[in-house]
Structures are given as structure tokens and as C-alpha cells.
């Protein structure tokens, strides 16, 4: 039920996680369709992934956030696993439009600025550094670290395409279409504003918040990380080489199986390019849901997000079937949606 | 070096702990003179105390707070403990005036309020179920917890008198000159608005947001709790007798001998109403220190604060040496206090 590529026994050693979600959102959301976040949940959404993992419910907006196709957030993925092995979660806020309404780590109240114009922001380094502070100070034996920021696909773009990868094309997205040719042109209009490409100018000019912090976390965490989550996490294991290569030896990637299969994107292939590390993928046998909406992910919808993918991973390392995750999923689907039909 | 009283071999099991340090601002303190902290820092108290503890050093304020007698802040021993052992920390926000610089747990932004008006907050109930589910999702083995909350021993005289304890000239202060008479005219008019004499009414009224907070993490966290302070914890532990008292089983009070000394307060006769709850106090021979600051606890400034006591306490169970704690911070002193004088 795992899919493994590059498999080095990652998932042998891997117990008793934290799981940690960090959230961004981004301005240029709000000027172009790059996200696949449906436009009236995408301000509220990183606070609502992460409302609905803690506390199973959501509290800034009436339900979990809904794709443009109205599929769920991945957040019901991460809250069924979080649920059936009782995963310890607190998440990380690197600048939401709005912040969650439940305890969790602030690490920058602004979001992520707009990066068509070279401005994603101006603290990268800082957060790097805020973030290896807080890995340092987390107990856990080890760590999966999802995301949730819309946009997010775009500023890996950017980013993996200003450090040099080849990387057109190759980005997931949350929506059956993925706007290419658009991300291309808003990452194309942000680099050009990069005198020196140096990783810190990188990420201030495309990337995302997100990035540096997380890329901190697991600087300063002792044990492995399980980076979750789709071609973000690509991004984020290239900002990790250009601080440390060292690192890459105590991470993985897990992510879910829609990303692995989708053609319109290519994790694989920029993992490849960055280094030796692992990917695992979860198979979730959406297909047999009676849910349109999960049905939907095997068509391209989502695919994945707030850390999904490697918490599946892990659930199904450890014993537990994909059915098991998607009746725990299909029980609750009613009280998280209950206006929406089957 | 440590004194302990009602001993029940707490410290003896009491390993690897995360110390997290609970903030808030009180309104009242802008208005009346019921906290020992230096006017001119007391907006930025709680954030600085914070940041030295974690960082090492300050960020919102250029030096660490100091008291009315220009005593350091608590947290110069607070840092010495967590720098000596590598002790993990992580705090947590429950409304202070200003915001930690430092990836720290918000709960909520709003400052305490006025406890002389009876409207300290209108959220005590629910900042306790958020403080229950942080502490569910906390990962370490045990926890240490102090505060940070300049005007605190008000909102203790307040909440432990509404809960019917004996407590006037019973709770502590931070300056020499403890002024009673005034926190108990600022609590009796604060609790003539309480109709009903009930926990979350009396916190409402006359409490500060760290009590419910911490209350709901010793009751979400599975493992053993320090609670690291004077007489403000035992505010706590009457708040945790309430919800449950068989929560008290797992709580003991560290904090230093100038708390247990005090001829102005008395925390054994608190928590000796309250129940069976060990107290451990650190010795920590500040007589000898070269630095008029610490002396200057020996005649009864400041005492506490910030997981002061507690902190000493656990690092003098490791087999630390006062000495060693005394000479951490005075090696720091100068860095700290660039244009004070010895």
C-alpha cells in the first residue's frame, strides 16, 4: 500500500512523531488563479487545515476548505490518520492571512508577499534561523512536517527555478488544470528582480515562508523528518542541500499516490535532480469511496496537502489499511460537510 | 541546596522536561501600581523575559527587564538553568502587550484586562480547553512550567480568595515593599462584580489568562508538572483543585528560598489549604554574588519569576551546584547589562 522509491529503510526507524503543519499564505493568490483553493475559502484556508487536524472541527470558517472542483481539503486525510493513531500535532504559523483560533507556534504574523514582483519577502534568513531555534526546542522522537499554503506550487517553481533545477512543468497543483504557463510567467517576473541568485535572495524574491522555516526545523531537530507532501517538499529539500547536504540524510519525502501518478508534474524527476533521498507514497483506494469529492483525487483534484501524503505513509507503516483511513474519513465527511451531497 | 517541604520524592522520577513559560499582560497594571516590574518595562516584560530565556538574549527591549530597585528580571536564572542542562523551551502567549520576537505557542492576543473592574477576560473556560489540548499534543517526557505575568500575585490574592482561602497578606510581590493593602482593594472590587462564585466566573473576573491556560495543560499533559513559581502557582493549584483534584497528584511547586523566606507572604499556608502538594525551593547563595542585582534578592526583590525557582530547583536535583547557576549569570551579566554597573 506504500509506493517506495529509493527506499533506504527510512520507515523502519521512524516512531512516536510530532506532526507539524506550516501554514503561509500568499498576496498573489489574491491577483492570480495560481492556487487550486477555491476563491472564497483560499484567506481562511491554512487556518482551517490546521484547525481541523488539532481539534477535528473547524473554527474560522463553517467547513473544512473545498477545492475549485469542490473536493475536500486534503486536511481530511490528515485528520483521519492524526485520529486513528492519536499523532501528536501543533502547528506553525509563517504567515496567514488568518490566524488559526487554537494554541500553535507564531513564527510571522505577515504572509508571503507578491512574488510576481520579486517580493516574497524580506526575512528569509531570519526565519531560517527562527525555525532551527524551534527545531532545536521540539521533543519528539521524530518529525513529519506538512504544509499549507496556496500558492505554494508556484513559489516552488520559483525557487527550485531560481537555484538552477529544471523545473518547468515538472510542479504538482491542486487542480485537475495545472496553470503552468501561468506559474512560469508570475516566477519568470520574480526572478528577473534577483541581482545575485544566492538562496537567501531566492527565497525573499519567490519563495514562500514556509520554506526557510521549515528548512530551519529540520536544521535544528535532532532526529529524522518526514517531509510531507508533494513537489513544495521538493523545493523545500533543494533550500535544505544549499544550507547543509548533510542534511538530506536524516529526511524523506511522503507524499500520496495522486501526486506520484499525475502527469502533469514530476516529483520524482526534481527529487532526482536534488539528491538521494526517499519518497514514499501512499495509496488510498480513493476510487472505491462513496464520496465524489475523494473519488475526485483519483481524476487530479488536490492530490495532496497539510501533510496528507506522509501521514498516510506513516498510518500505513505502521499497520493501519487505506480503508481503515477512508472510513474514518467517510464517518465524519457529513459532520465536517453537512450540506454537501454524496 | 534544595529546601523541600511536604516531600513525596517528586524530583526523585522527574527527568528530561520541556520548560514553557505561560505570559500575559494585566490592564490593571497601567492603571495602579500593583506590580514590582520597572514602569518603563512593563509593556514589554513578559516578551523579554521570554526571549532571554529562549534566545539568550533580548529583542523587544534592549536589555532584560528590571525591577523598581533595577534588580535583574528572573529570567537571568531562568537562562542560566536552561543553558547549564539544555533544557528544551517553548512558551506560550496568553495575551501580553507585546509579542515575543521568537517562534513561541499564541493562544490568544488580548491582554488580561482590568481585574478592578471584575472583567479580566470573558474566555477563561475556553482558554482552558485550548491550554487542556496543547497540553495533549505536548510531546516530552515531563514539563516544567513558569509565568510570566507582572501583577500576577493580584489575580492570585483575587482567584483564591473567591475560591473562599484564606489569602489576604498571604501572596507575594516582587519588590520589597509589598503593597497588600492595594491589591486588596483593587480584588474586592473586582470580585463585588462576580455574582456567582464559580471557577470560570471568579477567573473572569479577577484571574489573569495564564491560570486557566496552565490549568488546561496539567490536565491535557500525561506526564508529571513543576510548577515553577511563588504564590501565583498556588493561584494555579487551587484553579486545578477545582476542575479536578485529583490532577494534584502530579504537581509539585519549585521555587526559591526568597519566596519561602518572605516574612511578607506566606505560600506554605496557601498551599496547605489547598492540599497535599510538595514545595522544593532552591538555595541559591546569592549573598556571595558580586553583583549588587542579585544581592539585592537576599533583601527581597523580585524573589521569582519566569520559572525562576522552579528551574533552580530541578537543575540543583541534576547535581548543579548553586555556584555554578550563580557564576552562568554572572559571566552573562555584563552582555546583558552593557551600562550597568557591578
Redo the contacts between chains.
Keep these: 500500500m506504500i509506493i517506495r522509491i529509493n527506499d533506504n529503510n527510512f520507515l523502519d526507524n521512524f516512531n ?1 512523531p ?1 506532526f507539524l503543519c506550516v501554514i503561509s499564505s500568499i498576496e498573489t493568490t489574491l491577483y492570480y488563479p495560481i492556487s487550486g483553493v477555491h476563491k472564497d475559502f483560499i484567506r481562511y484556508t491554512p487556518a482551517a487545515d490546521v484547525e481541523l487536524v ?2 477535528g472541527k473547524t473554527l474560522s470558517i463553517k467547513t473544512p476548505p473545498l477545492d475549485s472542483s469542490l473536493s475536500p481539503s486534503p486536511a481530511v486525510i490528515s485528520r483521519a490518520c492524526i485520529s486513528l493513531l492519536n499523532i ?3 502547528h ?2 509563517a504567515g496567514s492571512f488568518v ?1 488559526p483560533k ?6 510571522d ?1 505577515k504572509p508571503t508577499g507578491r512574488i510576481e514582483l520579486g517580493k516574497a519577502m524580506s526575512n528569509s534568513k531570519e526565519l531560517f534561523n ?2 532551527y ?2 527545531g ?6 521524530s518529525l513529519i512536517i506538512g504544509e499549507s499554503v496556496p500558492g505554494g506550487t508556484t513559489t516552488a517553481l520559483g525557487v527550485l527555478k531560481g537555484l538552477g533545477y529544471d523545473a518547468e512543468h515538472k510542479v504538482s497543483s491542486g487542480s485537475i488544470n495545472n496553470p503552468h504557463e501561468l506559474k512560469i510567467k508570475v516566477v519568470n517576473s520574480g526572478l528577473s528582480k534577483v541581482e545575485r541568485r544566492e538562496l537567501f535572495n531566492i527565497l525573499n524574491a519567490v519563495g514562500d515562508k514556509m520554506m526557510p522555516v521549515v528548512a530551519g526545523i529540520v536544521k535544528g531537530f535532532k532526529g529524522n523528518v518526514l517531509l510531507a507532501g508533494g513537489t513544495q517538499m521538493a523545493a523545500v529539500l533543494a533550500v535544505i542541500k544549499e544550507i547543509d547536504r548533510e542534511l538530506l540524510k536524516k529526511v524523506a519525502i511522503g507524499t500520496t499516490e495522486f501526486v506520484l501518478n499525475d502527469k502533469n508534474s514530476d516529483l520524482i524527476g526534481l527529487v532526482e535532480q536534488i539528491g538521494d533521498v526517499p519518497i514514499y507514497g501512499a495509496k488510498l483506494g480513493f476510487e472505491k469511496s462513496s464520496l465524489e469529492g475523494l473519488r475526485k483525487y483519483c481524476e487530479g483534484a488536490v492530490k495532496e496537502g497539510v501533510g496528507a501524503g506522509g501521514l498516510a505513509v506513516y498510518t500505513l507503516s505502521k499497520g493501519i489499511s487505506n480503508e481503515k483511513i477512508r472510513e474514518e474519513i467517510e464517518k465524519n465527511f457529513s459532520k465536517w460537510y453537512p450540506n454537501t451531497q454524496r
Excluded at 487554537?102 to 513564527?107: A, Y
Excluded at 532545536?136 to 522522537?141: G, Q, S
Aim: aromatic fraction near 4%; charged fraction near 20%.
Design positions: 512516536n510530532l488539532f481539534l501528536k500535532n501543533l506553525t504559523n490566524k487554537i494554541p500553535h507556534i507564531l513564527v504574523e527562527l525555525g531555534l524551534l532545536k526546542n521540539l521533543t519528539a522522537e
